[in-house]
């Protein structure tokens, strides 16, 4: 028998191997398959048992709570249930004087619905709010507290006499916190708007949240919801920082809910937040009429930034009406305000005095937004008859800064009168896509001021013309043209 080449072995040896190499690369991409898989099952498995323990009311495992003062308690060891009927005013009164009495502390709030009626902070003292707590205000205003109106405001906001105070108040204060894992203080504002509405109150309505005469203020990672006026109202004070959270209040029918007032305050930063209310998203106030004018205590240095605005009854950032004592170096930066009335807005009148001076708007976006920029000089609303109407407020050096939008119907309404004229108004890299197919959609009235490089729409005759390199181009025909034909 002749024998096979040495070449036809190693031929024969490879074609039996292959066979064996590709029945083994088969079994171990089918492992591999198959281990892949079953992690997609377990992950599934495991995100379908999550689901299912939150909506049977399983508690989620919890974050731990930081201790940030030397002492801490928590607001069970002093009796109080959170179970959304016990009445824990006693409580919480309890915890913040041992908080006093320890010269400072730290009072958390574990998950739970904790009814109260309105308590005071105390300095050095940390209001931390777990995941899932939630401090609810007693809807009965017979269990609120009244307090002498606002110097600045003179006989009260809404009626003659005391005001109720506040859910959660302060005075006189020095390094107080209120933070934690987004838990919430909801004022069951409801109740509150609907007696308003029905005239069924006697004194002018509370904040939520109101810290007086107070400095070294910090509030981030909460919710604040449904007040039964302003929502957060820090009064005459400095240094103050808000920030990372979340102020909500139905956009109708939620009379007052402003988000934020900082009300003749120093030194305010109020960043990265979220706001829909039923009224001024922030409004910087500083007194009213002849009562601010005496009590002269003006807002200043102001820095609000990366937020998200929604209103449908006011505006997402105003100044005023409110600004009698004077408002000044304020900048508002990336801001992103969407389906609302108006996006910022100036609002005074004769009787107000003070000024609006130094203000910076940058990086605004409208979406969907009525009227991007409003200053309106004749919010003619009064505390009483002994107002000076020759008092006149004075508004100048305003700068506009890269305004994108689009769904805008009027980018600009500026109604400056002939008492009270718009000095120096600047406007610069505007770009807005409209929906109002009038002539005139930037619209102006006793304006003095400018545009630097190009904008569209085009802007009104009032305001001189300047290249981008700060060459006078076209000069105003009259700053006391008048071209208004839409009711804001």
Excluded at 310 to 323: D, K, L, T, Y
Excluded at 443 to 464: H, M, Y
Aim: aromatic share 8%.
């Amino acid at each position: 028998m002749a024998e096979t080449p040495k070449h036809q072995h190693r031929g024969s040896d490879h074609s039996r191997w292959i066979p064996i190499f590709l029945s083994s690369r088969q079994t171990l991409l089918t492992l591999l398959w198959t281990v892949a898989f079953a992690l997609i099952i377990l992950c599934q498995r495991n995100a379908v048992r999550r689901v299912l323990a939150l909506r049977l009311g399983a508690p989620p495992p919890r974050r731990p709570i930081p201790v940030l003062r030397p002492v801490a308690f928590n607001l069970s060891d002093f009796g109080a249930l959170g179970d959304g009927v016990t009445v824990n005013t006693e409580a919480f009164e309890r915890a913040v004087s041992e908080i006093k009495r320890r010269g400072g502390g730290q009072l958390n709030v574990e998950a739970g619905f904790w009814l109260t009626a309105p308590f005071n902070l105390t300095s050095h003292m940390t209001l931390f709010l777990t995941e899932n707590a939630v401090i609810l205000g007693i809807d009965d205003e017979k269990y609120w507290p009244l307090m002498p109106p606002l110097p600045s405001y003179g006989y009260g906001r809404e009626h003659r006499g005391p005001r109720y105070g506040s859910l959660i108040h302060g005075q006189n204060l020095k390094d107080v916190v209120i933070t934690g894992h987004n838990g919430s203080i909801n004022g069951q504002g409801r109740t509150w708007w609907e007696k308003y509405r029905k005239k069924l109150l006697n004194h002018t309505r509370g904040p939520l949240v109101q810290i007086m005469w107070s400095s070294d203020i910090h509030i981030s990672n909460i919710t604040l919801r449904d007040s039964p006026f302003w929502t957060l109202h820090p009064y005459d004070c400095k240094n103050v920082t808000v920030r990372n959270v979340t102020i909500l209040a139905p956009l109708s029918e939620a009379p007052n809910t402003d988000g934020i007032d900082p009300d003749s305050c120093e030194n305010v930063v109020i960043e990265d937040s979220y706001i829909s209310v039923g009224d001024d998203g922030i409004a910087i106030k500083s007194g009213w009429d002849q009562y601010g004018i005496a009590y002269g205590r003006p807002s200043s240095n102001i820095l609000i930034r990366n937020l998200i605005v929604r209103s449908m009854i006011s505006a997402g950032v105003s100044i005023g009406s409110e600004m009698s004592g004077g408002v000044s170096n304020i900048t508002v930066e990336n801001l992103y305000v969407w389906n609302s009335r108006r996006a910022v807005r100036i609002k005074t009148s004769p009787g107000r005095g003070g000024y609006v001076r130094d203000i910076t708007y940058k990086n605004l976006t409208l979406d969907n937004v009525r009227v991007g920029v409003v200053i309106k000089t004749d919010y003619n609303e009064h505390p009483d008859k002994g107002y000076d109407p020759k008092a006149l407020p004075v508004i100048e050096n305003i700068s506009f800064t890269g305004i994108r939008g689009q769904g805008v119907r009027i980018p600009v309404h500026i109604y400056g009168s002939r008492e009270i004229p718009v000095k120096n108004v600047t406007f610069q890299d505007v770009s807005v896509g409209t929906t109002y197919k009038k002539k005139r959609i930037f619209q102006c009235s006793f304006v003095q001021g400018r545009v630097i490089g190009r904008i569209f729409p085009t802007s009104c005759a009032n305001l001189d013309l300047y290249d981008e390199q700060g060459k006078l181009v076209r000069q105003s025909s009259s700053q006391n043209s008048t071209h208004m034909d839409y009711e804001i």
